[in-house]
């Protein structure tokens, strides 16, 4: 009943663009859910990340799991391209990726702008993110999804050109001197 009564006050975040004002901010989301939601899962909101650790963490949630394995599959891709584009070595995992994941971490890594490329991640996120789309709306697993993908939403949009730049060169020049920690966590 409470994951009733939260998810009707929340307003839709689908359909929403660049251009389109976010109807909530995650400060606002996570004061709602606080309202609502029980400790545990509460706990379960508070570890949401867009930068799951590399290490596998336990959670509750099995849309959490699924997002943080996607993810870091995607991020470890990511890096592993990168470092075969510089003929570095890379040490990671030896899993096979969904061809998918690995054929999106390819396109971006070959696209010349930074905040393009990001852009491009971006949307990926968010279409996988929707594949992790509880059928039940009115469940814990749709306030996670819901608080994923306010965090998505909320990422683009602080994105800003000189800033994006810095933090690329950042990361570049940490790759170059075979630092991997500006890599993935």
């Known amino acids: 009943m409470a994951e009733y009564c939260l998810i009707s006050q929340l307003p839709s975040l689908d359909g929403i ?27 379960e909101l508070n570890k949401l990340t867009l930068v799951p650790s590399r290490n596998y963490e336990k959670s509750s949630s099995d849309l959490i ?16 391209f990168r470092a075969d584009k ?6 990671s995992e030896t899993q096979s990726l969904p061809a998918g994941l690995s054929q999106a971490a390819r396109t971006a890594i070959e696209i010349e702008s930074p905040m393009d490329a990001e852009k491009f991640l971006n949307r990926y996120r968010l279409e996988f993110l929707e594949t992790l789309r509880p059928m039940d709306s009115f469940s814990e697993e ?4 819901y608080g994923l993908k306010l965090k998505l939403i909320e990422r683009m949009r602080k994105f800003d050109t000189q800033s994006g730049e810095t933090a690329y060169r950042k990361i570049y020049d940490s790759i170059m001197s075979e630092d991997k920690t500006e890599v993935i966590q």
Not at 25 to 37: G, H, M
Not at 65 to 76: A, Q, S, T, V
Not at 142 to 145: G, L
């Open 142 to 145: 749709f306030v996670f999804y």
């Open 65 to 80: 799991e699924k997002w943080n394995e996607g993810e870091r599959n995607l991020r470890l891709s990511l890096a592993k």
């Open 17 to 43: 663009n660049e251009n389109t004002p976010i109807p909530v901010t995650e400060k606002q989301f996570f004061e709602l859910c606080s309202r609502f939601l029980g400790k545990k899962a509460l706990a």
């Open 86 to 91: 510089m003929n570095k070595h890379f040490d």
